[in-house]
């Protein structure tokens, strides 16, 4: 099993900036990419960003594309997602996953952004 505990998020005006921190512990080694979605109300969750845990590839969600991005500290078995130039519409239950070899899916409990207008 991969933990994974969330923590950043908040309320910040429009054009503002939050940073995500996401901490991954227990199977580690079985993780080849890890990322960020997340869940507005009444709508389906959205991956946002997504790195690989080797080579540090990246790809974003076209509405996040200049103005998110995903990093890695493979030391500390940590992932982060610097948000700038927040919109109204990025407001959202913000949730870290992992993948693993076995295409198997883990995710954090998320954490709430809010982005006011």
């Known amino acids: 099993q991969v933990q994974l505990v969330e923590s950043g998020g908040g309320l910040v005006q429009a054009g503002g900036s939050l940073r995500l921190s996401c901490a991954a512990s227990g199977r580690i080694f079985s993780v080849d990419a890890m990322g960020w979605s997340r869940q507005a109300p009444g709508k389906q969750r959205e991956l946002v960003a997504m790195i690989s845990t080797s080579g540090g590839s990246t790809t974003y969600a076209d509405s996040v594309k200049g103005r998110f991005t995903i990093s890695r500290d493979i030391a500390k078995n940590m992932v982060y997602l610097q948000m700038d130039s927040l919109k109204p519409e990025d407001t959202a239950v913000y949730y870290c996953?992992?993948?693993?070899?076995?295409?198997?899916?883990?995710w954090g409990q998320g954490t709430q952004v809010t982005v006011s207008s």
């Open positions: 996953n992992a993948r693993d070899a076995y295409r198997k899916y883990y």
